[in-house]
């Protein structure tokens, strides 16, 4: 297990590499494709959908509610995919309606000041565009490590499967103080959550006096992109990818079948913890499927980094987050079985994101579900909610961002980023109030 902790000293003579937005992006290969919803109220719709998947395999699900599935229909497919629900009248609801025009509408290209750092900063890193993982790094590295108020410790959990580096950021406000987890980036097309652990990280670093008291007592690890290979693949070769790289992890034979060449290999890294790992239902055995399992549980790399990291610190760590996108939800742990025992605390969970939720709605409007994860969604194992809470770590939520979209113009970071920071409040004032 690689920990390396690079203390913050810095080398600010780096080359910083020149990026022009979207520009890595193959491009094209979401030409006329939508994002339907799916309304499933029965069995008859269930039979229906099933057999709809059978008929158009490229067709993937990338959002799984309780009674709606939003599915990604290409291009290629489209008309005949119509044909076929107008041919069992079957309705649905048209979500996004030119995907490749969402992607081309997401961002701008870099202006050639915003390109080249300025003198002797360093990194290149805004809220005003999506960054390449270089950026992020960088920016942890150069600025928000270099805070000159706040002891920081960079670490890097371990490299993943395209030997990139997994890293992290460790805030220390009090020696004695318990630690608040946050995550994001562990799906890699959600790039809302990145944003928003990072500006978060920011405001704890570089802008505290924003912050709430409760916020200023607590420390923080902050690991803004857990999939670092899925990121960077979301952004230079296809928009939509979820899960990490992991090509190794399929099935041999499966690979090597001509007729299966939109298999899109590589492990859900939020079913690759070791918790319910090996139940029937939850999770894929598939290794084209976007929630395959991996071969094993903790099999990932990256799973391996945030448990291996955990593993000596769980004690210090009271609350463990982790930002997704999209849904407005946040959601508390049992993940695995909707007759999953309720938690101890199950109904202080609750009360705290409810809390979260009504500041959310009064700041902006956007109205947030609370609940337990399988209130709303399908149920899921081998999550990383559920691992943190069998590990005894008393606060824990995964929080939907946005309302129905991986992809949003560049505009709603900071937005969205604000929602998150609802949930770290809320939950720094009931760590402090309990201490
Ligand atoms: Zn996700």
Redesign the pocket.
């Known amino acids: 297990m690689l920990f390396v902790v690079v203390r913050s000293v810095l080398v600010i003579l780096g080359v910083v590499l020149a990026w022009v937005s979207g520009a890595g992006l193959a491009g094209g290969q979401y030409l006329g494709a939508q994002i339907w919803r799916v309304y499933m109220q029965n069995a008859t719709d269930q039979d229906i959908f099933q057999d709809f998947e059978r008929k158009f395999p490229v067709v993937e699900t990338v959002y799984q509610g309780r009674s709606v599935l939003d599915v990604l229909v290409r291009g290629s497919i489209l008309e005949s995919a119509k044909e076929h629900f107008a041919s069992v009248k079957k309705e649905y609801e048209v979500l996004v309606d030119d995907v490749e025009e969402r992607i081309k509408n997401e961002d701008t290209p870099m202006t050639d000041d915003e390109i080249s750092p300025k003198q002797g900063r360093g990194y290149n890193f805004t809220y005003s565009h999506y960054h390449p993982l270089s950026d992020i790094h960088d920016y942890m590295d150069l600025y928000l490590a270099a805070s000159p108020s706040t002891k920081v410790n960079n670490w890097i959990l371990g490299r993943s499967f395209e030997k990139r580096d997994i890293k992290l950021l460790e805030i220390v406000n009090d020696l004695n103080a318990p630690y608040i987890w946050i995550d994001g980036g562990?799906?890699a097309r959600?790039w809302l959550?990145p944003t928003t652990a990072l500006w978060i990280a920011n405001l704890l670093l570089r802008e505290k006096e924003k912050l709430p008291e409760a916020m200023k007592k607590l420390n923080y690890y902050i690991l803004p992109v857990m999939n670092p290979d899925g990121y960077e693949y979301s952004r230079n070769e296809d928009r939509m990818w979820?899960k990490n790289r992991n090509l190794a992890a399929g099935n041999r034979s499966r690979r090597q079948e001509p007729s299966l060449h939109d298999c899109k290999l590589g492990v859900d890294l939020?079913r690759n913890f070791d918790i319910e790992w090996g139940r029937k239902e939850g999770a894929s055995n598939n290794a084209c499927e976007s929630d395959y399992k991996g071969p094993y549980a903790n099999s990932e790399l990256e799973t391996q980094g945030v448990v291996g990291f955990l593993s000596d610190k769980i004690s210090k760590v009271k609350a463990f987050l982790t930002f997704?996108?999209y849904g407005q939800y946040i959601l508390c742990p049992y993940a695995y079985a909707r007759n999953a025992p309720l938690l101890e605390n199950q109904l202080e969970l609750i009360k705290i994101a409810r809390t979260a939720a009504k500041n959310i709605i009064k700041m902006s409007g956007s109205n947030y579900h609370v609940g337990k994860l399988t209130d709303f969604l399908y149920a899921c194992t081998g999550t990383s909610i559920d691992w943190a809470a069998s590990q005894g770590i008393p606060y824990v939520f995964?929080m939907?961002l946005s309302k129905d979209s991986f992809i949003l113009p560049v505009a709603n970071i900071i937005p969205t980023a604000r929602e998150g920071l609802e949930l770290v409040k809320a939950v720094a004032e009931a760590i402090v109030k309990r201490k």
């Open positions: 562990m799906h959600e959550s979820r939020n997704h996108t995964v939907e």
